[in-house]
């Protein structure tokens, strides 16, 4: 499916799964549908099921759009008090579309709860009280965060099957145009990896001793690429100074900004 085809389908106020392999389009295509919304006159709920995620799409975490906040699991009574907070019922009964970024990152039981908080104030069975739901993503990629290991997949909920999604799957490649490379990628993403996929990543193979020592590095975690920074930063010349982070208002605010900046505490 093309993103002109999948546009026209979100327009039509379904309820749509818009999924596809990395460089498809998915954020694009999203982004183009925001922008027809609010050209309607209709204000979407953009949200997201991390943080990090939620800055690159403008939005929230869907954590804090629902009131749920860092809750695990909810009780009767939980709903009630949080389906009672006024800004949180106000912004529920406000929303007309519900966008949920990388919804491969979001568990089953956060899904669900997410919904309870939309039926109790929407006064409404339907599942997320009725809204027209968008969720975005891909279940190749990165799996939900939790310390549960056994972390169920949004489309393993009840909810899920309820919203009647039509799935929109983009087909096009905008980020690459080398399609031996992209052969490589798809093999990995869907696990079937063979002997010449392998034969291919390995015509690139090089002695890491033949490289020069500005050659841009890649790592997997965050402490590899800090022990390299850290390392490079005390080869220069010059007094280091360092800059803390400062910061006033509501604990609650502040520590939800700070969960979702992307600078170090101390820099």
């Not at 568990?107 to 069975?125: L, Q």
């Not at 899920?160 to 993403?189: G, M």
């Amino acid at each position: 499916m093309t993103q002109g085809e999948a546009l026209a389908v979100l327009k039509t106020g379904a309820n749509v799964y818009l999924t596809g392999e990395p460089g498809s389009g998915k954020t694009h295509t999203i982004n183009e549908f925001v922008g027809w919304l609010r050209a309607s006159g209709i204000e979407p709920s953009v949200t997201a099921a991390t943080g990090i995620a939620a800055t690159h799409v403008g939005g929230m975490t869907l954590h804090s759009w629902s009131g749920i906040g860092i809750m695990e699991h909810l009780t009767r009574a939980d709903v009630d008090r949080i389906a009672s907070k006024e800004h949180i019922a106000k912004r529920v009964m406000k929303a007309k579309v519900l966008i949920i970024e990388e919804i491969s990152m979001l568990s089953a039981t956060t899904f669900e709860m997410a919904d309870k908080i939309c039926r109790e104030v929407r006064r409404s069975d339907k599942p997320f009280g009725g809204l027209v739901v968008i969720l975005v993503g891909d279940f190749f990629q990165l799996p939900p965060v939790s310390r549960n290991k056994e972390v169920k997949f949004a489309y393993t909920s009840p909810v899920w099957r309820e919203l009647n999604l039509i799935t929109c799957y983009l087909t096009e490649q905008y980020r690459q145009d080398d399609s031996d490379f992209l052969s490589v990628l798809s093999a990995i993403r869907s696990g079937e990896v063979e002997e010449m996929h392998h034969d291919r990543l390995m015509t690139r193979h090089t002695d890491l001793s033949a490289l020069p020592p500005d050659a841009p590095k890649l790592f997997s975690h965050n402490a590899d690429v800090d022990r390299i920074n850290a390392g490079e930063l005390a080869k220069l010349k010059g007094l280091a100074r360092k800059f803390h982070i400062t910061s006033r208002g509501k604990d609650s605010l502040v520590g939800a900004l700070m969960r979702g900046c992307l600078s170090p505490e101390t820099l």
